[in-house]
């Protein structure tokens, strides 16, 4: 595997009139940087003649690699398709309907090396060239409720122009759409993330593949990620807390049937075997029940996820040891073993 320095990661459905002026562009844009790079470009299922037009421009460029699905999988298949076939030291995803500004990708470049060293830098399309009722609002609000639900400060989840240091992506597995989630996940990782306002174009050619519709399944897809997020490693607490909702929601609705019995908060007396409330609370009480049984089943799960994978629920940054912790006087007994041995 020869060494590439950037591997640039371009999905394409139905552009056929975007792909020569994009791959023109890519081409003055990475000939100025002194970057050994390469182009994967990942056809999803077009249907008209956009995968004609990837051979005919980047067909004989050993540098361009076009990968055909047999029909539309979505961004995310086709990111994650990109990815396992890079091999750069950096991976950069980006739209290839010619919004994204190729020429932003030497900030981004730029930002990674930043004190105090970045692992994912993502795109801030400030000035956004779209409809805004359609297209702006809703990424705004659904942006705005992914900051608070997650916690992690990005301003526009939506750009897929980003740069990832290849180690951030390499125990990442995307589903779904969760590719708008990456930053996220990398961060809860232990990445460091930082955000760089780019450069956003109105769309000249072809039509939007998103939609009001999408900002559904972004939605759906936040309750996943908030779950793998907070409880991927211990979903015991998760179901844990429902347990102990329902179980004292089920003995206060008990309580208020028993104190209906004596005529209390009732115009008249209600005896127990005719108080719906009663139902509820034994309904409530199974619903803790079940969600013990539910969350020792998870933890089970997840311990044969991670041990069946050889994933670990932590993650290195890097390993000192010896004289690359500047520690030269320390006895060798005392250093412990080479770091080739750690497990």
């Known amino acids: 595997m020869s060494a590439v320095d950037v591997s640039l990661v371009i999905p ?11 791959c023109k562009e890519l081409g003055e844009v990475l000939r100025d940087q002194s970057l050994r790079f390469e182009i994967i470009y990942v056809d ?34 086709a990111m994650a398709a990109g990815f396992a076939l890079a091999r750069g030291r950096i991976i950069v995803p980006m739209d290839g309907d010619l919004q994204n500004d190729p020429r932003d990708i030497p900030a981004l470049l730029a930002k990674l090396d930043e004190p105090p060293g970045y692992d994912v830098v993502s795109g801030w399309r400030k000035n956004r060239q779209d409809k805004f009722w359609s297209r702006r609002l809703p990424s705004v609000l ?91 490693t211990k979903p015991i607490y998760f179901f844990g807390k429902l347990c102990l909702f329902s179980l004292c929601g089920g003995f206060v609705i008990l309580g208020l049937s028993i104190a209906q019995k004596y005529g209390h908060f009732a115009s008249e007396p209600i005896n127990l075997n005719r108080n719906v409330l009663v139902l509820l609370a034994v309904l409530l009480v199974l619903l803790s029940v079940l969600f013990i049984v539910m969350g020792v089943l998870s933890e089970l799960l997840v311990r044969i996820y991670h041990e069946s994978q050889g994933r670990t629920t932590y993650k290195v940054r890097n390993l000192y040891r010896g004289r690359d912790a500047g520690k030269d006087d320390v006895p060798a007994a005392q250093a412990g073993p080479p770091v080739g041995s750690v497990r």
């Open 44 to 77: 999803d299922g077009s249907r008209d003649g956009t995968l004609v037009e990837l051979r005919r421009c980047a067909g004989d460029d050993p540098r361009s690699v076009i990968v055909e699905f047999t029909r539309n999988f979505g961004q995310t298949a």
């Open 12 to 22: 394409l459905r139905n552009e056929e009139k975007n792909v020569a002026p994009l």
């Open 142 to 232: 659904a942006n705005g409720l992914i900051r608070r639900v997650t916690g992690v400060r990005i301003n526009d989840l939506g750009c897929s122009l980003k740069a990832y240091r290849r180690e951030v992506l390499e125990d990442v597995s995307l589903y779904g759409e969760m590719h708008r989630y990456l930053p996220i996940i990398t961060r809860w990782r232990g990445a460091r993330i930082a955000e760089v306002a780019v450069n956003h174009r109105p769309r000249i050619h072809g039509q939007t593949k998103y939609g009001l519709r999408r900002t559904v399944k972004v939605l759906l897809d936040l309750i996943t990620v908030k779950f793998l997020g907070d409880y991927l």
